[in-house]
């Protein structure tokens, strides 16, 4: 670039001029002394003289920023991760002009996600098939009325085995040896306390003799012949004292069933039983039992001297046998067992109108701790083979239940065929 000229200027003054570097300077600040010839020339536009900003030596402490202005924060330490212009952002991996792309997705979190909605759906269809066969369930009138027995602490079921053949056809009823008998009778009459103590389950022989109310003193088991339901429940409650909060009924069909859903019961014969009217023809000692097998040995009563009392006795075994298979974890985890079980009690039971489906969970329940150490298992106490009561235990022992003091009931009291030293 070439110099200006440097000849004459206004005021004489040889100095040089330097506008054309530094620029011309704004009057009255930074100006020569008067005199000079350094003001701005008429018609040019001021450029004020740009101030650089001072740059620090390394391992000097520049004086001006050793402490900040009043007000202000220190300046914080610099991240090492962060630059001058902020923090180093990571290369995306997706996305589009509307903001960052969603992280993938992790394969845990994936199954994870399908095994909670597995969960759920396990636990809905545990609570839905008992509701779906508790609605086939048929209810009935249990409830005597009248004068009953007040209301007890804990809870007196009757279960009653009832002989009715619906459900069977005659080629299953020969095959079961049940006979085409008409009507509803009842081959087993049991009562299953629960409460404070030990759960009792007592077994009441069909052929006990006591009085019916409107038919004078019979076979106990004529009571359902007769009346029902009600009138074995108000039986039962004048004879023993004991108020019944809960009634369940199984047929035959039933019973088959539910033994054959569960995959079979282990039984233990003390002798071999050849049984035609029962259908029955098994070895001594302990076996598994299908449907058939189990309720031929539960209504045998042809093959041992005490009869009726050893039926009474198989039967506490199979139903306590039948109610811990039930409970077990496989009938939670197997859903076609589940359904099979659930569907073969819901065909052939009959309960209570008052009975409710939590009640009958419970008496389920409850059936599994009834034999060995955490439970009870008994006949009315009986004096003989007539079938007649021996009134002062059997009434010891009614009044034990009825105040829920099982666990004061002695080996005395709970014998398996009811009479005493047996």
């Known amino acids: ?28 600040v930074g100006s020569r002394p008067s005199g000079s010839s350094g ?17 620090g030596r390394p391992g000097r402490e520049d004086p001006r920023r050793a402490a900040p202005p009043p007000g202000r924060d220190r300046p914080r330490e610099q991240d090492p991760a962060r630059g001058p212009r902020g923090p180093v952002e990571p290369p995306r991996t997706g996305g589009g002009p509307s903001g960052p792309a969603r992280p993938p997705r992790s394969r845990r979190g994936f199954r994870w996600g399908w095994l909670k909605l597995a ?63 008409e009507g509803r009778r009842t081959d087993t009459i049991m009562l299953l306390h629960t409460g404070d103590g030990p759960n009792l389950l007592m077994s009441v022989p069909r052929d006990s003799l006591v009085d019916v109310p409107g038919y004078g003193t019979t076979k106990i088991n004529a009571a359902f012949a007769y009346g029902g339901p009600r009138l074995l429940v108000k039986t039962l409650e004048n004879a023993t004292g004991i108020r019944i909060d809960d009634y369940i009924e199984i047929g035959f069909a039933g019973f088959v069933d539910v033994v054959d859903a569960v995959g079979g019961v282990q039984i233990c014969p003390k002798q071999a039983m050849k049984d035609p009217q029962a259908n029955l023809d098994i070895e001594k000692g302990c076996q598994e039992a299908d449907g058939k097998v189990a309720l031929g040995y539960a209504r045998s009563r042809h093959t041992s001297g005490l009869g009726d009392i050893d039926r009474a006795r198989h ?28 569907a073969a009690g819901s065909d052939s039971l009959r309960v209570g109108k008052d009975t409710s489906l939590l009640a009958t969970l419970k008496f389920a329940w409850a059936m599994t701790r009834v034999d060995g150490e955490s439970g009870l ?46």
């Open 315 to 342: 039967q506490r075994e199979v139903v306590s046998a039948v109610g811990a298979e039930a409970v077990s974890p496989w009938s939670l985890l197997n859903p076609v067992r589940y359904v099979r079980l659930a």
């Open 39 to 55: 003001g701005a020339r008429p018609g040019q536009d001021p450029e004020p003289t740009r101030v650089l900003p001072t740059m």
């Open 1 to 28: 670039m070439s110099r200006p000229p440097q000849g004459d200027r206004s005021g004489g003054s040889d100095e040089p001029d330097f506008d054309w570097l530094y620029g011309t300077r704004q009057k009255g």
């Open 119 to 181: 969960l759920v759906l396990w636990l809905v269809f545990l609570v839905a098939v008992p509701f779906w066969a508790w609605a086939k369930v048929e209810k009935v009138q249990a409830d005597p009325g009248g004068d009953r027995p007040p209301d007890q602490p804990g809870t007196t079921y009757l279960l009653v085995g009832s002989d009715s053949r619906e459900g069977l056809s005659r080629k299953e009823q020969l095959d079961l040896g049940t006979g085409k008998g």
């Open 377 to 422: 298992t008994c006949g009315v106490p009986i004096a003989d083979l007539a079938v007649n009561w021996d009134q002062d235990r059997a009434e010891k022992l009614f009044k034990l239940i009825a105040e829920d003091r099982t666990d004061e009931v002695g080996k005395d009291l709970c014998r398996p065929s009811g009479l005493r030293g047996q």
